[in-house]
C-alpha cells in the first residue's frame, strides 16, 4: 500500500490528470463527429444557424463600435458650442473689381461674325495658280495628281506644277494612275488653258526612295519652290500652292530654314502671319515653328499688336469679311488668373490689342485658351489669334482635319497649302487623301478673286464717290 500511495500523483495532480484525460476525450469525441457529418449542400441556408451561431469577433467589434459612436454623440451633444463667429471678407479692391468686370464683359459681349461682302463679282480671268511638288519622296505629287485628274478644275484656274516629267512618271507608275497625264512644257510662256500643265525645272535623274526623306528629295523639292517664287514675283502665276515638305532635309543644306512661311517671307520680304482656314474655323499664331521653351522671350508687344493688324486686313482682302471680330487668347492657363499664373497676359496681350490701328474691327480679350473652343466660342468670331503653334493648331486639326487650309497673310503673293505633313509611311501605296490640297487649291482661286474685289472697291473711294453723282 505505501508503495501504491508513494507512486501515485499527489492530490492537485490527480485534478490535473483527470482534466487532460477528460479534454483529449472531448477533442477525440469532436473528431467521430465532424467525419460522421456531410458536407452542406451550396446554397444551403444558414440563416437558421446564424440565431444560433454566436457572433464572430467582425460582428463584436461592430457592435462595440456602434454603443462608442453613440456615447460619443451623447458626449457631444452635451458639450457647449462655442459661439459662431461673423467673418468678413477684404473688401475687393478697385484694380481687382475692374478686372473682373472685364472678364466678365469679355465672355458676355454678344457677338456674332462678321458678313461677307454683298457686292456682284465681276467674271475675272481665271487665275494662273502654280504648284510645287513638295518632298520628292513623300505624298505631294499623289495628291497634286489626283486633284488635277479631275477636269472641273481646269474650268477654274490654270494649274502649272513645277518639277520635272521623270519624278511625274515615276509617280504615276508606282500610284498606277495610267489615265492621268501632264502636258509638259519647257517654260512657263508654253502652258496651255484646260490643261494640267508641268514646268520642267529641272533633268537631272534623281534618285527616289519613297516613304524615306533624304538630303536629294528636299534639295530639289527647294528647286520647286524657288522656281513658283521667280514665277510669282515676275507675274507669270497669281498664286502658289505647295505640296508638303520635309523641313529637316532642306534645313540641313539652308540653314534657319524652318518652312515655307518664314521662307516666302524673307524671299519676298513680307512681315507675314500664318492662318489655317476652313469653312468653319480660321486661326492665327503670334509666333510660328519655335521651340516652346522659347516662346514666352519671343513674345514681344510689337509683335502681338503686328499680327492682329494683319489678320484683321487678311479678313477683310483675302476672307471678304466687312466687320471682321478676332478673338485673341492668352498665354498662360487661364489667362494668368489675374497675375497669379503669368503676367503676360496684363503686360504684354492686352496692352498689344489695345494699340493695333485695325478700323472697322472688333478684337476682343485676352480669354483663357484651355475652355474657349471647347465652349463654343471660336464660332462668335471671324478669327482666333494664338500665341503659339500648338494652342491654336491643335483645336484646328481636331475639329478641321482634312478640310483646312494653311494660308500665308501678308505675303505680296497668295499662297497656301494642305493642313498635313509629307506621310511619309503612305507614300506611293495610293492611300492618301487629296481633300486638303483640293481645298487649298480652291482657296487659292477665291482668294486671288477676293484681293480684286477688295481692291477695287477700295480703290480711290473718293473718285468713285464723285462717279457715282
Given at each position: 500500500?505505501?508503495?501504491?500511495?508513494?507512486?501515485?500523483?499527489?492530490?492537485?495532480?490527480?485534478?490535473?490528470?483527470?482534466?487532460?484525460?477528460?479534454?483529449?476525450?472531448?477533442?477525440?469525441?469532436?473528431?467521430?463527429?465532424?467525419?460522421?457529418?456531410?458536407?452542406?449542400?451550396?446554397?444551403?441556408?444558414?440563416?437558421?444557424?446564424?440565431?444560433?451561431?454566436?457572433?464572430?469577433?467582425?460582428?463584436?467589434?461592430?457592435?462595440?463600435?456602434?454603443?462608442?459612436?453613440?456615447?460619443?454623440?451623447?458626449?457631444?451633444?452635451?458639450?457647449?458650442?462655442?459661439?459662431?463667429?461673423?467673418?468678413?471678407?477684404?473688401?475687393?479692391?478697385?484694380?481687382?473689381?475692374?478686372?473682373?468686370?472685364?472678364?466678365?464683359?469679355?465672355f458676355n459681349t454678344p457677338f456674332e461674325r462678321s458678313a461677307s461682302q454683298e457686292v456682284q463679282v465681276p467674271v475675272f480671268a481665271k487665275p494662273t495658280i502654280g504648284i510645287t511638288c513638295g518632298d520628292l519622296n513623300g505624298i505631294g505629287l499623289e495628291v497634286i495628281m489626283k486633284t488635277l485628274e479631275n477636269k472641273e478644275i481646269l474650268d477654274l484656274c490654270t494649274p502649272v506644277v513645277f518639277a520635272s516629267s521623270?519624278?511625274?512618271?515615276?509617280?504615276?507608275?508606282?500610284?498606277?494612275m495610267k489615265d492621268f497625264n501632264f502636258y509638259i512644257c519647257d517654260s512657263i510662256e508654253d502652258i496651255k488653258d484646260k490643261k494640267a500643265n508641268l514646268v520642267t525645272t529641272w533633268d537631272d535623274n534623281v534618285e527616289l526612295n519613297l516613304g524615306t526623306p533624304t538630303d536629294v528629295s528636299g534639295s530639289y523639292a527647294?528647286?520647286?519652290?524657288?522656281?513658283?517664287?521667280?514665277?510669282?514675283?515676275?507675274?507669270?502665276?497669281?498664286?502658289?500652292?505647295?505640296?508638303?515638305?520635309?523641313?529637316?532635309?532642306?534645313?540641313?543644306?539652308?540653314?534657319?530654314?524652318?518652312?515655307?512661311?518664314?521662307?516666302?517671307?524673307?524671299?519676298?520680304?513680307?512681315?507675314?502671319?500664318?492662318?489655317?482656314?476652313?469653312?468653319?474655323?480660321?486661326?492665327?499664331?503670334?509666333?510660328?515653328?519655335?521651340?516652346?521653351?522659347?516662346?514666352?522671350?519671343?513674345?514681344?508687344?510689337?509683335?502681338?499688336?503686328?499680327?492682329?493688324?494683319?489678320?484683321?486686313?487678311?479678313?477683310?482682302?483675302?476672307?471678304?469679311?466687312?466687320?471682321?471680330?478676332?478673338?485673341?487668347?492668352?498665354?498662360?492657363?487661364?489667362?494668368?488668373?489675374?497675375?497669379?499664373?503669368?503676367?503676360?497676359?496684363?503686360?504684354?496681350?492686352?496692352?498689344?490689342?489695345?494699340?493695333?490701328?485695325?478700323?472697322?474691327?472688333?478684337?476682343?480679350?485676352?480669354?483663357?485658351?484651355?475652355?474657349?473652343?471647347?465652349?463654343?466660342?471660336?464660332?462668335?468670331?471671324?478669327?482666333?489669334?494664338?500665341?503659339?503653334?500648338?494652342?491654336?493648331?491643335?483645336?484646328?486639326?481636331?475639329?478641321?482635319?482634312?478640310?483646312?487650309?494653311?494660308?500665308?497673310?501678308?505675303?505680296?503673293?497668295?499662297?497656301?497649302?494642305?493642313?498635313?505633313?509629307?506621310?511619309?509611311?503612305?507614300?506611293?501605296?495610293?492611300?492618301?487623301?487629296?481633300?486638303?490640297?483640293?481645298?487649298?487649291?480652291?482657296?487659292?482661286?477665291?482668294?486671288?478673286?477676293?484681293?480684286?474685289?477688295?481692291?477695287?472697291?477700295?480703290?480711290?473711294?473718293?473718285?468713285?464717290?464723285?462717279?457715282?453723282?
Amino acid at each position: 500500500m505505501s508503495d501504491n500511495k508513494e507512486n501515485a500523483p499527489k492530490g492537485e495532480n490527480k485534478g490535473e490528470g483527470r482534466e487532460g484525460n477528460n479534454r483529449n476525450r472531448n477533442r477525440n469525441r469532436n473528431r467521430n463527429r465532424n467525419r460522421n457529418r456531410k458536407p452542406k449542400e451550396e446554397g444551403s441556408e444558414n440563416s437558421a444557424a446564424e440565431g444560433d451561431a454566436p457572433k464572430n469577433d467582425s460582428e463584436g467589434n461592430a457592435e462595440g463600435r456602434g454603443r462608442n459612436r453613440n456615447r460619443n454623440r451623447n458626449r457631444n451633444r452635451n458639450k457647449q458650442k462655442a459661439p459662431a463667429k461673423d467673418v468678413k471678407a477684404t473688401p475687393v479692391s478697385e484694380e481687382e473689381a475692374q478686372q473682373l468686370q472685364e472678364q466678365a464683359d469679355l465672355f458676355n459681349t454678344p457677338f456674332e461674325r462678321s458678313a461677307s461682302q454683298e457686292v456682284q463679282v465681276p467674271v475675272f480671268a481665271k487665275p494662273t495658280i502654280g504648284i510645287t511638288c513638295g518632298d520628292l519622296n513623300g505624298i505631294g505629287l499623289e495628291v497634286i495628281m489626283k486633284t488635277l485628274e479631275n477636269k472641273e478644275i481646269l474650268d477654274l484656274c490654270t494649274p502649272v506644277v513645277f518639277a520635272s516629267s521623270k519624278l511625274a512618271s515615276y509617280h504615276r507608275n508606282a500610284l498606277e494612275m495610267k489615265d492621268f497625264n501632264f502636258y509638259i512644257c519647257d517654260s512657263i510662256e508654253d502652258i496651255k488653258d484646260k490643261k494640267a500643265n508641268l514646268v520642267t525645272t529641272w533633268d537631272d535623274n534623281v534618285e527616289l526612295n519613297l516613304g524615306t526623306p533624304t538630303d536629294v528629295s528636299g534639295s530639289y523639292a527647294l528647286k520647286s519652290i524657288n522656281a513658283a517664287i521667280e514665277a510669282a514675283k515676275s507675274g507669270k502665276i497669281d498664286a502658289i500652292v505647295t505640296a508638303p515638305i520635309n523641313k529637316h532635309n532642306i534645313a540641313a543644306a539652308v540653314e534657319g530654314f524652318a518652312g515655307h512661311t518664314g521662307y516666302l517671307a524673307e524671299e519676298f520680304g513680307d512681315d507675314v502671319l500664318m492662318i489655317l482656314a476652313s469653312d468653319t474655323l480660321k486661326v492665327a499664331t503670334v509666333t510660328g515653328h519655335i521651340p516652346v521653351s522659347k516662346i514666352a522671350d519671343t513674345l514681344k508687344e510689337e509683335n502681338i499688336t503686328s499680327s492682329i493688324e494683319l489678320l484683321a486686313e487678311s479678313l477683310k482682302r483675302d476672307f471678304g469679311c466687312v466687320k471682321p471680330s478676332i478673338a485673341v487668347l492668352g498665354l498662360n492657363p487661364h489667362a494668368g488668373e489675374f497675375g497669379a499664373i503669368g503676367s503676360e497676359e496684363a503686360d504684354i496681350i492686352k496692352p498689344a490689342i489695345e494699340k493695333a490701328d485695325v478700323k472697322g474691327a472688333i478684337i476682343r480679350g485676352p480669354f483663357p485658351a484651355d475652355g474657349f473652343f471647347g465652349q463654343g466660342y471660336d464660332q462668335k468670331f471671324d478669327a482666333v489669334l494664338g500665341m503659339y503653334h500648338d494652342q491654336v493648331l491643335v483645336p484646328f486639326k481636331a475639329l478641321a482635319m482634312g478640310s483646312g487650309t494653311n494660308y500665308t497673310a501678308g505675303l505680296t503673293a497668295v499662297r497656301t497649302s494642305p493642313d498635313h505633313g509629307t506621310a511619309m509611311h503612305i507614300a506611293g501605296q495610293n492611300k492618301a487623301d487629296e481633300a486638303s490640297f483640293r481645298t487649298s487649291v480652291f482657296a487659292a482661286i477665291d482668294i486671288v478673286n477676293n484681293r480684286k474685289v477688295y481692291d477695287e472697291i477700295t480703290a480711290n473711294p473718293l473718285k468713285k464717290q464723285k462717279e457715282k453723282r
